[in-house]
């Protein structure tokens, strides 16, 4: 299995909205509504913001919002934040119990 | 509150076996989920190393499949992580975590650093 496709870094302005990409294959991201997406800053261990495409753990804000569409995933952040600024990685079931990550996406608010 | 945390050598040298333990609190590691290891290579991205089931089934990365051994100890409510014939492209920050049926990691340790060096 290979790794999901995701841009190395995006970055954007407070109070901007931003979209990070994650692209896979019909075997992961386009075979099953089971994407997760992660922050992580830095020396910390990762944090879930979505899993199952676009729903969101109690706590996370409505600012992050998922979707997909065939074989590509998205994670939106509205009304970007300081605090924002970190690494994501997205995540998919890809059959017979295997996970595959994305290669990670640096955000940078300006 | 469901608490990971990770304990095992931080130095493991070439060819050896790299042993790491998760202990849990907060759940009974036999009642439920997933239970696995992800890692991440300094300044790198994340890599899923493999998943144990509360049953004890197991997956692993097929890429490591030939090198990993995950396992349950539901006496001490553990479970652990074996690597072998680690080469320094093993050296990592490992995670231990918790998984939903639908892939996704919700409770993770803090991760621990574990160099292969002679």
């Known amino acids: 299995q290979s790794a999901l496709t995701q841009p190395a870094s995006v970055s954007g302005s407070p109070g901007q909205s931003i979209t990070i990409s994650c692209t896979g294959t019909s075997s992961d991201v386009g075979g099953y509504d089971y994407v997760s997406w992660y922050q992580q800053h830095p020396g910390k261990a990762p944090k879930l913001m979505i899993f199952d495409v676009s729903n969101r753990p109690s706590g996370v804000s409505n600012r992050f919002s998922g979707s997909k569409s065939g074989n590509t995933a998205s994670l939106t952040i509205s009304g970007l934040q300081a605090e924002d600024e970190a690494d994501y990685y997205c995540?998919?079931?890809?059959?017979?119990?295997?996970?595959?990550f994305g290669g990670g996406t640096k955000l940078t608010v300006l | 509150q469901v608490q990971l945390q990770e304990s095992g050598p931080g130095l493991v040298k070439p060819s050896e076996t790299l042993s790491l333990t998760c202990t849990v609190s907060g759940y009974s590691i036999s009642s439920g989920y997933y239970w696995g290891w992800i890692r991440q290579p300094p300044g790198k991205g994340l890599e899923w190393i493999g998943s144990i089931y509360h049953s004890g089934s197991t997956y692993y990365n097929p890429s490591l499949k030939s090198r990993v051994t995950v396992s349950l100890d539901t006496s001490k409510n553990q479970f652990s992580l074996k690597l072998s014939s680690v080469t320094a492209a093993d050296t990592a920050v490992y995670y231990c975590?918790?998984?939903?049926?639908?892939?996704?990691?919700?409770?993770w340790g803090q991760g621990t650093l574990v160099t292969v060096s002679s």
């Open positions: 995540s998919s079931y890809a059959s017979s119990s295997n996970v595959v």
């Open positions: 975590a918790r998984r939903t049926s639908s892939s996704s990691w919700y409770y």
